[in-house]
Each structure stands twice: as C-alpha cells, then as structure tokens.
C-alpha cells in the first residue's frame, strides 16, 4: 500500500472496528511529522534494534495486542518511508 505524504488519519483509538494496520501505520507517521527519518542504509543498520523494542515490549507482559500493533505500525511506517524516499531518488 502506498501511504499518503501529507494528509494521516486520525489515531483509531479504542474502536476494534477501527484497528486496522494501514491506520495505524499513518498514524506513526502523523506523529514523526517534522522528524527526519534515517537512510536506507542507517534503516538496515538499526533494524535489529528497532524490532528488538516491539519483541522486548511483547514479552515484558506489559503490553496488550493494541500496544503492540501500534509499535509494529511505527517500524513498518519507517520502512516504507525510507523506501518510498529511495525510491524518488532513482
């Protein structure tokens, strides 16, 4: 799916019918809306990193299905975005 550039929904909250990953997803990036992302190369370097958290968070028993969606919808925000921009470069 191509996620839009400017325009996110808003977050789904606590609406089960409303929980499905593409919202989430633009969600995570309305909220990075004025950080710079890392480069391709910077992403794949630190990707172990970044799913370590989700996984780290999952196990700790802490987090509910919710938590963990949106935690997997803010890597998987990163990574279409870095390879949406990769992609505009070439």
Known sequence: MDYPSKKYTPDPGDDPDEWVTDRFVANAHANREDEDYPTADRLLENL??????????TLSGNANALDIARALAS????????????????
Do not use: A, F, N, W
């Not at 172990?48 to 996984?55: A, I």
């Not at 870095?82 to 992609?87: D, F, H, L, P």
């Open 48 to 57: 172990p990193v970044m799913l370590r958290g989700p996984c780290d968070y």
């Open 75 to 90: 890597v998987i925000d990163v990574v279409v975005t870095v390879q949406r921009e990769k992609s505009q470069r070439h």
